[in-house]
């Protein structure tokens, strides 16, 4: 069977989807949340196909999803005012509430979230494809950080429930909110990544707009109901659509914080809208060309099966993901048999295929883009090692091993975000570290080796050249209590469960000189309990 038959083989045929990942029917959701209230778009609609589509034949016709609502510029100004007389100038409900109130209104929350996972599983695997197992972690991996950032709060309230004395100053410190807070998290993790910034953000008492990817808004729908439930009113608003609602929010300079998800072209560019600049804070994960370095002295079976599942997880589609890969070339070949011969076993199939690793890619041109870095390269002398790569049927794209790469091709410098595995042959280690000196993005890099002094000279020039090396092992983001940011062109601001919070928040004090008269005015207010901030109370 030739791959593009195997190819047209892995799409169903009508009435082979199995009944309990099948939709029911196309949906039509207007809805968003606005000011508390879930309203219904009476204006402009756009067409959700999926990626996976069904075989008749040799015709393949997409899946159609349903409709999601383009909201336009009066909604998002709509939004801003709803998020703006929420957070009051700082006065608001929520801004003054207490941090015991607005963890309860967090934990009242997580359980009508979980009580949605099987039909935000189920949207997620037909809008953006992803498999089955890893939109059931997506989801539990949310619902974890939640609780865990519940808990960090927890800790770092306990930790400032006291008052300190320097040079005769006595002052209490502590994290106040910034304001509004725009949320625009990325198709690839539509869900993760959105919940990563937006329940930091509310618990320091800022209110929120959620801006939904454009591949991904059907998973927020069955959450409108939530959101309007578990919290007051104005504090979450959730919007569809474009630019054309985005803009509007930003040129508004009422929101305080950018919290985004995507690229970093299209991050300059919403920055750009702020009429006040340094008043906004920006908290961005952008773009990575994650390397992984395989040295002479690597476990090549360890180094091939890391390569193969940091590379190929999710067809590609991850930042961490890694993007193109250094191979010594005393151990090139063999590292080539052992990537094109574990290609040959991956599982190439439907989103809920049990143990499917590549799915169809849901971005549109994606195909196309992938075929021009594969020219570009070919024409430059690279080859495809392994058998079929390259080939796509619809949206299918089977992997592509790419080798020998060099500094010449456009694969060599761009991010692919897709399954193109990019091999460049080194001599000397000093050609992967300039690589990294010269690459606009500093994400995370992998490297595999097993001599320690070879790998004690690699990792002191890497650590300042990305934020996290892997040793023998793929780049990831978790465990999320760790630090997860990027230098260059690929982050700003750190996430992660503890250091999320402080991104929305600044540290801000009450002082006073230590006379007896302030004392008495500073212990007749906390022990009257008549302020949120001011209090020894560590309690929740």
């Not at 979980?114 to 939109?135: F, N, T, Y």
């Not at 690279?382 to 020998?404: C, E, F, K, Q, W």
């Amino acid at each position: 069977m030739s791959i593009v038959e195997r190819l047209l083989d892995a799409y169903p045929r009508e009435g082979d989807i199995p009944s309990e990942y099948a939709l029911a029917a196309p949906l039509e959701d207007r809805g968003y949340l606005l000011n508390g209230e879930i309203l219904r778009w009476p204006g402009e609609m756009t067409r959700i196909d999926s990626a996976v589509a069904v075989r008749s034949g040799d015709r393949l016709t997409p899946v159609h999803l349903g409709y999601g609502p383009v909201l336009d510029e009066a909604a998002g100004l709509a939004a801003v005012a709803a998020a703006d007389a929420a957070y009051g100038d700082g006065m608001g409900a929520w801004p003054t509430m207490s941090v015991a109130e607005r963890i309860r209104h967090v934990l009242e929350f997580i359980p009508r979230l979980e009580a949605c996972r099987d039909e935000v599983v189920r949207l997620m695997m037909w809008e953006i494809c992803k498999p089955l197992k890893e939109a059931r972690d997506e989801f539990d991996r949310t619902m974890e950080d939640i609780r865990d950032t519940v808990e960090a709060l927890g800790g770092l309230h306990r930790a400032s429930a006291h008052f300190v004395e320097e040079k005769g100053i006595f002052a209490q410190i502590r994290r106040a909110p910034l304001g509004p807070v725009l949320c625009m998290g990325p198709y690839n993790y539509p869900l993760n990544e959105t919940f990563a910034t937006l329940i930091p953000a509310l618990l320091m008492g800022n209110t929120a707009i959620v801006k939904t990817p454009r591949q991904g808004r059907l998973i927020f729908g069955p959450l409108l109901e939530a959101f309007r439930d578990c919290f007051p009113k104005g504090v979450v608003n959730v919007l569809h659509g474009d630019r054309r609602v985005v803009r509007p929010i930003l040129q508004s300079g009422r929101i305080s914080v950018l919290a985004f998800i995507g690229t970093s072209a299209v991050a300059a560019s919403l920055r750009a809208l702020h009429p006040h600049p340094n008043r906004l804070r920006c908290v961005l994960g952008l773009d990575a060309k994650n390397p992984a370095i395989v040295t002479e002295s690597a476990d090549m079976e360890l180094a091939a099966s890391e390569v193969l599942t940091g590379g190929l997880a999710f067809s590609g589609q991850r930042c961490t993901a890694l993007k193109i890969v250094f191979v010594h070339e005393s151990r090139l070949d063999e590292m080539l048999e052992r990537l094109s011969w574990g290609i040959g076993r991956l599982t190439v199939g439907m989103p809920w295929i049990q143990g499917v690793n590549i799915t169809p890619l849901p971005t549109h041109g994606k195909i196309e883009y992938l075929t021009e870095l594969l020219d570009d390269a070919r024409s430059r002398g690279a080859h495809v090692v392994n058998p079929d790569g390259g080939a796509s049927v619809g949206a299918l794209y089977h992997p592509a091993l790419l080798s020998p790469v060099s500094g010449d091709m456009r694969v060599f410098h761009e991010e692919q975000f897709g399954p193109i595995v990019p091999v460049v042959p080194y001599r000397d280690a000093r050609e992967p570290i300039e690589a990294l000196v010269r690459s606009k993005y500093g994400q995370q890099v992998s490297v595999f080796s097993s001599d320690p002094a070879a790998l004690a000279r690699l990792i002191d020039p890497l650590v300042n050249q990305v934020c996290r090396v892997n040793i023998n092992s793929k780049c990831q983001r978790g465990p999320d209590t760790f630090p997860f940011t990027g230098r260059k062109d690929s982050a700003e601001g750190t996430l992660s469960v503890s250091d999320a919070l402080r991104c929305f928040s600044i540290r801000t004090l009450v002082a006073a000189k230590g006379t007896e008269g302030n004392k008495a005015l500073l212990n007749d207010i906390v022990g009257g309990g008549r302020s949120t901030f001011l209090s020894t109370d560590g309690s929740l």
